[in-house]
Nanobody, 115 residues
Framework: QVQLVESGGGVAQAGGSLRLSCVVSGSSASIDLTSWYRQSPGKQFDLVAQITRDGSTRYTDSVKGRFTISSDNAKNTVYLQMDSLKPEDTAVYYC?????????WGQGTQVTVSS
């Protein structure tokens, strides 16, 4: 069993920064992929960024060059550093981990970017 707790959301001005954290507990050693998703009101879940166990990363085009995903294995934490924020980044951000064939989601953290 894996549990996820996200934090770090809040309100930022356009051009500002926020850093989201996803603390993983439970069978964290079996995680092979961690992802950040976001959902804006009335929209579907969109993949934002991913990081594999070996540190490979990928980003959706709209956040490339602005967001950085990283992991601290000693702290069982995955981060999403968000810089140069835009109003369209406003959403609830969710952390998801994959352990083989199973997936676990966090509860989400709200990010609001004002213009």
């Amino acid at each position: 069993q894996v549990q996820l707790v996200e934090s770090g959301g809040g309100v930022a001005q356009a051009g500002g920064s926020l850093r989201l954290s996803c603390v993983v507990s439970g069978s964290s050693a079996s995680i092979d992929l961690t992802s950040w998703y976001r959902q804006s009101p009335g929209k579907q879940f969109d993949l934002v960024a991913q990081i594999t166990r070996d540190g490979s990363t990928r980003y959706t085009d709209s956040v490339k060059g602005r967001f950085t995903i990283s992991s601290d294995n000693a702290k069982n934490t995955v981060y999403l550093q968000m810089d140069s924020l835009k109003p369209e980044d406003t959403a609830v951000y969710y952390c998801k981990v994959r352990t083989g064939s199973r997936e676990y989601w966090g509860q989400g953290t709200q990010v609001t970017v004002s213009s």
